[in-house]
C-alpha cells in the first residue's frame, strides 16, 4: 500500500510558478508509476501528467506541454510537477496518483493510490 500526500499549492498570478510535490510512504514508491490529476469546480477529474517508475518516460497532456515538467526522486520517495507560466485555467484541486504497475496511463481509473489534493489557484 502507498499512501500519498501532496503539497505546494496555493494562490499566485497568471504567470508565475509553482511547484508541487507528492510524498509517499511505502515500499512500493519506486516500483509505480506515478501521475498527476486535476480537477476544477464542476468539471471532470483529468490527466495533467505521469511519470515511469524510473523517470525516463513522461506524458502530459497537450495543454500543460512546454509549461509543466514532472519528475520524481526514488531515494525520496517524492514525485515533483514543476507548473510555470500558471494560466487561470490551470486552477483546479491538484491530485496524486500511483498505480502498481510501471506503465504510464492516463486514465484515472487505472491508479490504485491518490492523495487528499492541494489546490492551485491562479489569478489574472
Known amino acids: 500500500q502507498v499512501h500519498l500526500v501532496e503539497s505546494g499549492g496555493g494562490l499566485v498570478q497568471a504567470g508565475d510558478s509553482l511547484r508541487l510535490s507528492c510524498a509517499a510512504s511505502?515500499?512500493?514508491?519506486?516500483?509505480?508509476?506515478m501521475g498527476w490529476f486535476r480537477q476544477a469546480p464542476g468539471k471532470e477529474r483529468e490527466f495533467v501528467a505521469a511519470?515511469?517508475?524510473?523517470?525516463?518516460?513522461?506524458y502530459y497532456t497537450d495543454s500543460v506541454k512546454g509549461r509543466f515538467t514532472i519528475s520524481r526522486d526514488n531515494a525520496k520517495n517524492t514525485v515533483y510537477l514543476q507548473m510555470n507560466s500558471l494560466k487561470p485555467e490551470d486552477t483546479a484541486v491538484y491530485y496524486c496518483?500511483?498505480?502498481?504497475?510501471?506503465?504510464?496511463?492516463?486514465?484515472?481509473?487505472?491508479?490504485?493510490?491518490w492523495g487528499q489534493g492541494t489546490q492551485v489557484t491562479v489569478s489574472s
Open positions: 496518483a500511483g498505480r502498481r504497475q510501471n506503465v504510464v496511463v492516463t486514465a484515472s481509473a487505472q491508479y490504485d493510490y
Open positions: 511505502g515500499r512500493t514508491f519506486s516500483s509505480s508509476a
Open positions: 511519470i515511469s517508475r524510473t523517470g525516463g518516460s513522461t
